[in-house]
């Protein structure tokens, strides 16, 4: 079992920028392909981007590369999401997740694991 607890959202000017955290508590975080997810209000839940184990290859949708970033600390059991140049469309609740293997990152049946979200709100 692995828990997921995000953090790191808020309301925030377009253009500007917001840092997001998973924290991660149970098994190996280290052994897990992680991902971030999002939810906008009357849309169906997106992928956005992964990070495999080792933090060897990212990936990301196309209407957030070059604007956000995944990373991992693994000692530090922590996923983060630095997004940059924030656009009004990207008004959506966060979620990171947890996948056992490195394969279909992108497809949400791929996750076992999930945070609650966090909600980011990026006024005009």
């Known amino acids: 079992q692995v828990q997921l607890v995000e953090s790191g959202g808020g309301l925030v000017q377009a253009g500007g920028s917001l840092s997001l955290s998973c924290a991660a508590s149970g098994r190996a975080f280290s052994g897990y392909t992680m991902g971030w997810f999002r939810r906008a209000p009357g849309k169906e839940r997106e992928f956005l981007s992964a990070?495999?184990?080792?933090?060897?290859?990212?990936y990301y949708v196309d209407s957030v590369k070059g604007r956000f970033t995944i990373s991992r600390d693994n000692p530090k059991n922590t996923l983060y999401l630095q997004m940059n140049s924030l656009k009004p469309e990207d008004t959506a609740a966060y979620y990171c997740a947890a996948a056992p293997y490195n394969t279909n990152y992108s497809a949400q049946r791929s996750y076992i694991y999930w945070g609650q979200g966090t909600q980011v709100t990026v006024s005009s």
């Open positions: 990070i495999t184990r080792s933090a060897d290859k990212t």
